[in-house]
């Protein structure tokens, strides 16, 4: 009919002018290139029905970028508000090619997101907080003399010298352990070859391995605490938060400041 071929005759020329070849039309719209075809030349009868007819035109001048209403007014049947009413003859992904998506549908996948994010979050923490040696505790502000040869974790659990030991009278006891608390206090470091006293005014994470390669300590400082012990050179250590920690080896300070990047320092310690 003339009507028919009017609408078919204006979908046509418009692919034509844009240099789009049929089967390119009908790939992008996920349709066949015979029910492009069919359409273009009016016969209607070779598709689903009249609704599948307007719908198909509407689609195609979407892609072509064409004013539908002149086409729509050319074909039979009464026209529809939305696409979304007459598309079921179509292809699912056709009805995934809208312009406009509701914002609702972000929603389910916006959850993945937040938990991969807190999975990664605990597995950093986890990586922090658990040590992979022995922890060396935070120094007790009050050590009996009958446990100072062994107590603090600056001795036999922590130092890489091999050394045979020696049973102190109580005496020398006695003053191992004003001096480890003192060493506790950071007025004084451990006495000994290699001192190295850490002070944290702000939680700060320490990860500190010898010269053996023996990690000493992995784990996260609090606030507040200072941390003493012996160890063989070179050491490797990483500070996180390197502004919240003091650093004294062999008696001497430590600079960070010149050593951190994004507040996080590495160095050696020969």
């Known amino acids: ?14 692919r034509q002018q844009q240099g789009l070849h049929i089967a390119a039309l009908a790939a992008s719209i996920k349709v066949t290139p015979a029910k492009l075809e069919a359409l273009e030349a009016g016969r209607y009868d070779e598709l689903p029905d009249t ?5 198909l035109a509407k689609t195609v001048c979407r ?8 086409v729509l007014a050319q074909m039979p049947g009464t026209p529809v508000s939305k696409l979304a009413r007459v598309d079921g003859g179509l292809n699912t992904p056709f009805r995934e090619r809208p312009g406009r998506v509701d914002p609702t549908l972000w929603v389910p996948w916006r959850h993945p997101v937040l938990w991969a994010v807190a999975l990664l ?14 922890v060396i505790g935070r120094s007790s502000p009050l050590l009996d003399a009958a446990s100072a040869p062994v107590m603090p974790p600056s001795g036999a659990a922590v130092l890489p010298l091999a050394t045979d030991p020696v049973v102190a009278p109580p005496t020398a006891a006695a003053a191992s352990t004003a001096a480890t608390k003192a060493t506790a206090a950071g007025d004084q470091p451990v006495a ?14 320490v990860q500190l ?12 400082v609090p606030a507040g605490e200072t941390v003493a012990l012996m160890a063989t050179p070179p050491l490797r250590l990483r500070i996180g938060n390197a502004s919240g920690v003091e650093l004294q080896f062999r008696g001497r300070p430590v600079d960070l400041k010149p050593l951190a990047r994004d507040n996080i ?3 050696t310690l020969p």
């Open 63 to 70: 892609v072509l970028k064409i004013d539908s209403e002149p």
């Open 209 to 220: 391995v010898d010269g053996s390669g023996q990690t000493l300590m992995a784990r996260l």
């Open 1 to 14: 009919p003339a009507v028919a071929d009017g609408a078919g005759a204006m979908l046509r020329a418009a």
């Open 121 to 134: 979050l605990v597995a950093a923490a986890a990586f922090v907080l658990v040590p992979t040696v022995s």
């Open 265 to 267: 320092a590495n160095l």
């Open 192 to 205: 000994g070859g290699d001192p190295l006293t850490l002070r944290a005014s702000q939680a700060s994470w």
């Open 51 to 55: 609704t599948f007819a307007r719908a």
